[in-house]
C-alpha cells in the first residue's frame, strides 16, 4: 500500500509561533495558497481513500483533494479519524514559548529535553500521540500484512524483496500534522522518537510511504 501523508497548510498560529494542537487556526496567506499546489501535485495519482483529522485546518485540505479526485460516477469522500489529530498541548495550548515558560517555570525546559513521555497538564505526550497515530496505522494496513515479512524475504531472495516494495495495492492519503506524521514515520521506518527531527516536515509537506511486509520504505519527500 502506498501512504501519502500530508501536513495541513501553514496557519496563521504557525505564522506567530504559538504552541498549539486542538486549537483551530485559519490558514495563512501562504497556506490558502499552498492549498492548490498541493492539489496538482497530486493530481496525477490514484487516490483510494482519504482520510483527515477532525481538525478543520487538515479537514479542509483533504476536502480540497477529494473534490478534484471525485467524478459523477466517482465520489472521493474523507474520512474523519479522531485518532490522528495533533497533540494535545494542555495549559500550553494557543502559548508562545515564552508564555509557556512563564507560565511552568524551569520546568518548561522538560518540555524540550524530554518531549517523548513530558506530559504536558491537562494534555498528552508525544508517545501517546504515537500509541494512537500506530493503532489506527495497524488497522489500515491490516490487510498488508504479509505471511512472509521483508526480512524473510529478503534472505530468500533479495531482488523480489526489493521488487515488492514497488507493487502497489492502492494508495491512501492521510491529512494530518506535524506530530502525528513524526509518530507514523517512526513506526514505519523504526526511527525512535527522540530521532524523528531529523526529518523535515514543513507544513503541506507531502511525505510518501510504501508498506511491504511488515515493512515501510520513504519513497518520497517534497
Given amino acids: ?15 506567530k509561533r504559538l504552541i498549539y494542537g486542538k486549537t483551530e487556526s485559519e490558514y495563512s496567506d501562504r497556506g490558502r495558497a499552498s492549498v492548490n499546489a498541493v492539489v496538482e501535485q497530486l493530481s496525477n495519482k490514484k487516490i483510494d481513500a482519504i482520510y483527515s483529522s477532525p481538525r478543520k485546518r487538515a479537514a479542509d485540505l483533504a476536502e480540497a483533494i477529494a473534490t478534484s479526485h471525485s467524478s459523477d460516477s466517482c465520489i472521493l469522500n474523507v474520512r474523519i479519524e479522531d485518532r490522528i489529530q495533533e497533540m494535545h498541548f494542555g495549559i500550553f495550548e494557543n502559548k508562545t ?10 520546568g518548561f525546559n522538560d518540555f524540550w529535553h524530554n518531549f517523548a513521555e513530558f506530559q504536558v497538564p491537562e494534555g ?8 494512537r497515530t500506530v493503532a489506527f496505522l495497524q488497522e489500515l494496513l491490516a490487510s498488508e500484512t504479509s505471511s512472509e515479512s521483508f526480512e524473510e524475504l529478503m534472505k530468500k531472495d533479495p531482488i523480489k524483496a ?7 495495492s492502492g494508495t491512501v492519503v492521510i ?20 530521532k524523528i527531527w531529523h526529518i523535515d516536515i514543513k507544513p503541506a509537506a507531502i511525505v510518501e510511504v510504501s508498506y511491504r511486509g511488515g515493512y515501510g520504505f520513504l519513497t518520497g519527500l517534497r
Fill in 162 to 168: 526489493i521488487d515488492q516494495q514497488y507493487v502497489e
Fill in 1 to 15: 500500500m502506498k501512504l501519502i501523508f500530508i501536513r495541513h497548510p501553514e496557519t496563521e498560529a504557525n505564522v
Fill in 97 to 106: 514559548t515564552r508564555e509557556a515558560r512563564e507560565m511552568y517555570g524551569e
Fill in 175 to 194: 491529512v494530518a500534522h506535524s506530530l502525528v506524521i513524526r509518530s507514523a514515520l517512526s513506526w514505519l521506518l523504526d526511527i525512535p522518537l527522540n
Fill in 124 to 131: 498528552e505526550t508525544l508517545s501517546q500521540v504515537k500509541e
